[in-house]
């Protein structure tokens, strides 16, 4: 049985949070569902839903910031896949099982009131991987 249970978003990195949002409205007819400042990441998100899920587009909101360093190093463009999970801490032992690497060593708050945690793009084949209990 597989512990991903659908794709749950997207993340794009963007410079331009208004630039971006503009764009996927004006030329998709996207609308942002859900906005937050996710504080202890230092980012912005804005989400437009997809489906069953969504594109998020995410700016740094501080120097110090993952994203920010990701945008110095690599310009703009998809950051990481997030995937829905039953439970959190049970897929993130399931990597740490395989001798994968990990980011977050115990699941934590992600916005919309989500868990989260995420797996080092180093033992996932060069993608950052988001895990998301809802």
Known sequence: ????????????????L???VDYYRDVFGAEVEHRE?????GVEEALLRVAES??????PTRDTSPVHAYLEKRGEGIHHVAYRVAD???????V????GRVIDDQPRPGS?????????PKGAFGTLIE???E
């Open 1 to 16: 049985m597989s512990l991903l249970t659908e794709i749950d978003h997207v993340a794009i990195a963007v410079r331009d």
């Open 18 to 20: 208004e630039a971006a």
């Open 37 to 41: 400042v996710v504080e202890s990441d």
């Open 54 to 59: 969504y594109v998020q587009l995410l700016t």
């Open 88 to 94: 959190c801490a049970e897929a993130l032992q399931a």
């Open 96 to 99: 740490k099982d395989a001798g």
């Open 112 to 120: 919309r009131g989500t868990t989260v945690a995420f797996v080092h």
């Open 131 to 133: 895990l998301v209990q």
